[in-house]
C-alpha cells in the first residue's frame, strides 16, 4: 500500500469509534454492492455493527444472483430503524 493510501486508510478509520453503528444506503447494483462490502469489511473491527440498506427494488436477474452467490445480507431500507444507527454512509 502506498503512503497516501495508508494515510486515507488511517482517516476513514479515524472518523469511526467502536460504539458506531454504520447504516450504508445503497442503490442495490453491482457496483454499489461491490463498494458496500468493501466498506463493511474496511471496518468489521472498527464499528459496532454494520447494516447495508438499499433504496431500490431488486429485480434485475445478475444483481439477485449477485446477492445469492456471494450470500450478502441486504436490508430494504423501509425496514431498517434509522434511530439505531449513529453513521451513516
Known sequence: MTPAASEKLRRLLGLFSR???LLIL???DPDAMASAMALK???WRQVAATCIAHVNTISRPDNLAMIRLLKL???PVEKVARDQFTRFA
Open 26 to 28: 445503497i442503490n442495490a
Open 19 to 21: 460504539e458506531d453503528r
Open 73 to 75: 445480507d441486504l436490508v
Open 41 to 43: 469489511r474496511l471496518l
